[in-house]
Antibody, heavy 119, light 107 residues
Framework: QITLKESGPTLVKPTQTLTLTCTLS??????????VGWIRQPPGMALEWLAH???????NYSPSLKSRLTITKDTSKNQVVLTMTNMDPLDTGTYYC???????????WGQGTLVTVSS | EIVLTQSPGTLSLSPGERVTLSCRASQSVSSDLAWYQQKPGQAPRLLIY???NRATGIPARFSGSGSGTDFTLTISSLEPEDFAVYYCQQRSNWPLSFGQGAKLEIK
């Protein structure tokens, strides 16, 4: 059974750096066609894609947030980590990690983690 | 960047009715489009991939069609559990993008 679980702080202060971890279970994130993405959703609003990493370490970022984002993977721990710098209250929302098992679409999702940015 | 525009934004319907949701891309995405369903407090769930293929475990009342820039998601007969928000997403070009969502409400 494939599962993804996000972990990280629920509250960060403005200007701080957010670090979120996505832990995958039930498969090894090693094949080149497999990819993991981060998607966020402000309260009551639409989904927004942030970043993506393939098993071969190829990375892609949202152009509007590229300067603030870094995505990495730790194959030994089967984890994908997203860091976002200079957090702002507008970054408040639920952050999801999701898996593209065969390189297609996001067929497995984590439960999401709510991050609030407030002083 | 490819912009996906969904219509209508909100629909009020009754169980048993047929509904068609639209997703229009700002440029061709071939058939590289998916539909997701999201219920309150839950993560999105993949319904349709590659424009017209149902994901594992998705009931046959859900169907997708289209290619290029115009796509539709049809639910042939609404069940109570289908009232949710639906998103389209393209994977044709980076950056990946989602539509703004379409909400199905119970009338």
């Amino acid at each position: 059974q494939i599962t993804l679980k996000e972990s990280g702080p629920t509250l960060v202060k403005p200007t701080q750096t957010l670090t979120l971890t996505c832990t995958l279970s039930g498969l090894s994130f090693t094949t080149n066609v497999m990819g993991v993405g981060w998607i966020r959703q402000p309260p009551g609003m639409a989904l927004e894609w942030l970043a993506h990493i393939y098993g071969n370490d190829e990375k892609n970022y949202s152009p509007s947030l590229k300067s603030r984002l870094t995505i990495t993977k730790d194959t030994s721990k089967n984890q994908v980590v997203l860091t976002m710098t200079n957090m702002d209250p507008l970054d408040t929302g639920t952050y999801y990690c999701a898996l593209r098992k065969s390189g297609g679409f996001f067929d497995f999702w984590g439960q999401g983690t709510l991050v609030t940015v407030s002083s | 960047e490819i912009v996906l525009t969904q219509s209508p934004g909100t629909l009020s319907l009754s169980p048993g009715e047929r509904v068609t949701l639209s997703c229009r891309a700002s440029q061709s995405v071939s058939s590289d489009l998916a539909w997701y369903q999201q219920k309150p407090g839950q993560a999105p769930r993949l319904l349709i991939y590659d424009a017209s293929n149902r994901a594992t475990g998705i009931p046959a009342r859900f169907s997708g069609s289209g290619s290029g820039t115009d796509f539709t998601l049809t639910i042939s007969s609404l069940e109570p559990e289908d009232f949710a928000v639906y998103y389209c997403q393209q994977r044709s070009n980076w950056p990946l993008s989602f539509g703004q969502g379409a909400k199905l409400e119970i009338k």
